[in-house]
């Protein structure tokens, strides 16, 4: 039964991928009041955990005087959308959000003219975005902070800004420990002359990773990382080395995977350029250009799932700007076929794209007027299938095979009802290294493959929790 049932979806999926990973549903208006916009892509605008999707954008417009951050979520992974809520309510200007979840907790940082001059300010939500805590204030300093980029891991809330205190645009970073209750104080990554700009961070357990673009030699992507949490970091890391312009860049890092996108003018027009490293960003590959054509494409957003990287941006392709989408389904070795997502008369702006489960998800700004979001509930083919529809009598997680393993295993599990389940991978010292699964299933009997090629042999651990079921077992890499 479990070979027909894999010889059906192999030619369902070689006869019309789309119905396996193409199915973008149509476009949901979130808001349309004023002059909204999104932020530009080094800040997520959009955050997920499980079915709970998270949006944040402000409203004013980017060179009004005046703007205000507000928030809007999905309990159903982005099939229907609660009300807004204004998560600022001051005179001054607030824009450029970012927001980042961990389990419950939702995160929004932002810059702040309340001061006088753009702060960072900072609030949480520790009931999924029900109710929100008061305003923190982050930097206090007679310069300009702006354009704030945030991520969590745990209790770990990351945070990292460009800065003009010492009269230059420079990195600033800072760090909670417990989850935005209280921060540490602010490190500066950059000791340079020269300006940097728009910094995009994402982590991956205790490993912290910046990119930006610096204008020291031209402009140019640069790189930085910390292995502790934040707590040191490297030397910087050019990226990019070339004539012309590169910026506007967007990192995702899938445990030691670090993905990096940008905007590049080399080939005389602004095309979406990639690059990526497999071991932690010590050592990186070649660029590789992931458009090709005459009009501009501007400010993307990439997003990462394991082996499945999405890349979002703006493009000026048909006399408009539109929102394009591509992804790769190998970690980023190749790349499918650019999807129009937008197909409007007026200009859509600033995508952000974020991946929950098998659903991928992206927010943008349409012409200052709309923010919209979009969906593919099967676009991050996560690799779970059901082999067994049959109901089974009770909840178990079998040990996985082979095992000891080098380097791929597979590990089953069944469902006695229909549930929301969660499989994890951890090492030996307890942190997350993967996520295999985060979706609603029907009751029946699933496996799914993890392919641990990436990953130093060692003892690890996978869990399962549904509302009914938690049960962890051991498994050996041996390399």
């Known amino acids: 039964m479990r070979k027909v049932i ?26 349309n009041v004023g002059y909204p916009q999104t932020s530009f892509n080094n800040a997520r605008c959009v955050a997920t955990n499980g079915n709970i999707v998270h949006a944040v954008w402000y409203e004013g417009g980017f060179y009004n005087d005046m703007g205000e951050i507000y928030y809007k979520r999905s309990t159903n992974g982005g099939v229907s959308w609660g009300p807004e809520t204004r998560l600022t309510n001051n005179p001054a200007i607030s824009r450029s959000p970012s927001v980042s979840v961990s389990g ?123 292995s502790d949490g934040g707590t040191t970091w ?25 993905h990096v996108v940008w905007m590049d003018f080399r080939d005389s027009n602004w095309e979406i350029y990639y690059k990526r490293s497999t071991n932690g960003g010590i050592n990186w590959e070649a660029d590789k250009r992931l458009t090709t054509n005459s009009s501009m494409s501007w400010y993307p957003s990439v997003s990462s799932s394991g082996s499945v990287v999405h890349v979002a941006w703006q493009e000026y392709r048909d006399y408009n700007w539109d929102i394009y989408y591509k992804r790769s389904t190998d970690g980023g070795i190749s790349w499918g076929t650019d999807t129009r997502l937008t197909n409007n008369p007026s200009d859509t702006e600033c995508p952000s794209v974020a991946v929950s489960g098998s659903v991928v998800h992206v927010v943008w700004g349409y012409n200052y007027e709309d923010i919209y ?43 006695a009802v229909n549930s929301f389940a969660e499989l994890k991978v ?9 996520f295999l699964v985060n979706e609603n299933l029907r009751a029946g009997t699933y496996e799914v493959d993890w392919d641990a090629t990436n990953y130093p042999s060692g003892v690890y651990y996978y869990k399962i929790v549904t509302n009914d079921f938690s049960e962890t077992k051991k498994m050996v890499l041996v390399k």
């Open 6 to 31: 894999y010889i059906i979806l192999i030619v369902h999926c070689t006869l019309n991928i789309e119905n396996c990973f193409g199915q973008w549903q149509q476009e949901y208006l979130l808001y």
């Open 373 to 415: 979001y979009k969906r593919n509930p099967t676009g991050n083919s996560i690799g779970v299938i059901n082999i067994n529809s049959e109901i089974p009598n009770h909840f178990s997680l079998s040990q996985n095979y082979p095992n000891p393993f080098n380097p791929k295993t597979v590990i089953s599990f069944q469902l």
């Open 426 to 434: 951890y090492d030996l010292l307890g942190r997350e290294v993967a």
């Open 234 to 258: 490297g030397t910087n890391l050019r990226l990019t080395t070339n004539p012309a312009y590169s910026e506007f860049t967007s990192i995702s890092v899938s445990v030691s995977v670090v």
């Open 104 to 226: 419950s907790v939702v995160h929004v940082v932002w810059s702040d003219e309340r001061d006088g001059n753009f702060e960072i300010y900072y609030k949480r939500s520790s009931d999924a975005g029900i109710s929100w805590s008061g305003d923190i204030r982050l930097t206090n300093n007679p310069g300009a902070s702006e354009y704030p980029s945030m991520d969590v891991s745990g209790s770990f809330v990351h945070v990292v800004w460009q800065d003009e205190r010492d009269q230059n645009q420079e990195i600033y970073y800072k760090r909670s420990t417990n989850g935005g209750i209280s921060w540490g104080k602010e490190i500066r990554l950059i000791n340079d002359i020269h300006e940097s700009f728009l910094p995009s961070i994402s982590v991956s357990g205790l490993y912290v990773h910046v990119a930006w673009f610096d204008r020291r030699e031209n402009e140019e992507i640069y790189y930085n990382h910390s």
